[in-house]
């Protein structure tokens, strides 16, 4: 069955810090890649996504993730990191088969990020 | 324009009751999900509706919890006989046709005493 791991379940930082956060996935086929995020009582939102392509996409508000096929990896980045991205991070994987498209959620990584 | 809505933000039930939870997804959307978001948890899948096909019913909990989809429209999730460990968050997603892209709404929250 397919799966998603995030790594780091609690991750908190200072302005400014790098963030890396964590994805990996187990699915030998063909996948699309997501990443939601959650701000404080706000709903979810696409943070972006990786369909085909430059394994490098680029997202909002400077994050950016790289997907590795080898390593089964979609690593979320951003180079420095604001107060307001304090939020909760979720990584989803599709495997894009058929017509079912459901969405395999990683359980998510709470940033919280110190000013 | 107007994203996917959810009503009610907030219920409140004792245990034993039925609730119903509606979607309103955004206008032109075929596809249609429900998830439920516990405290510390990631998404749980709950059942998907794509256009007139057969509805993926595979993360259904319980016979206690249904759904259907009206005229491929509004949604409406139901659980009978409500426990405590159904309290969550329950969130509903629409995507348009072709794309995997999900947009959500804002969640009801269930509290169930």
């Known amino acids: 069955a397919q799966s998603v791991s995030q790594h780091n379940h609690h991750v908190i930082l200072s302005e400014a810090a790098s963030l890396e956060l964590g994805c990996n996935y187990s699915?030998?086929?063909?996948?699309?890649l997501f990443w939601y995020v959650q701000y404080p009582g706000q709903h979810l939102q696409l943070l972006l996504k990786?369909?085909?392509?430059d394994p490098l996409v680029k997202g909002i508000k400077g994050f950016e993730a790289e997907f590795i096929k080898s390593k089964f990896s979609f690593n979320l980045r951003k180079p420095s990191v604001q107060w307001s991205d304090t939020a909760e991070y979720f990584c989803?994987?599709?495997?894009?088969?058929?017509?079912?498209?459901?969405?395999?959620w990683g359980l998510g990584t709470s940033l919280a990020v110190n000013p | 324009g107007a994203g996917v809505s959810q009503s009610p933000s907030n219920k409140v039930t004792e245990k034993g009751k039925d609730v119903e939870l509606r979607c309103d997804p955004i206008s032109g959307h075929t596809a249609l999900y429900w998830y439920r978001q516990s405290l510390g948890q990631g998404l749980e899948f709950l059942i998907y509706f794509q256009g007139n096909s057969a509805p993926d019913k595979s993360g259904l909990p319980s016979d206690r919890f249904s759904a259907e989809r009206t005229g491929g429209s509004v949604s409406t999730l139901t659980i009978q006989r409500t426990q405590q460990e159904d309290s969550a968050v329950y969130l509903c997603?629409?995507?348009?046709?072709?794309?995997?892209?999900?947009?959500f709404g804002p969640g009801t929250r269930l509290l169930v005493l």
């Open positions: 997603a629409s995507s348009p046709p072709g794309e995997e892209t999900q947009y």
């Open positions: 699915y030998g086929g063909t996948v699309n």
């Open positions: 990786y369909f085909s392509g």
């Open positions: 989803a994987v599709s495997a894009n088969a058929g017509n079912n498209r459901k969405l395999i």
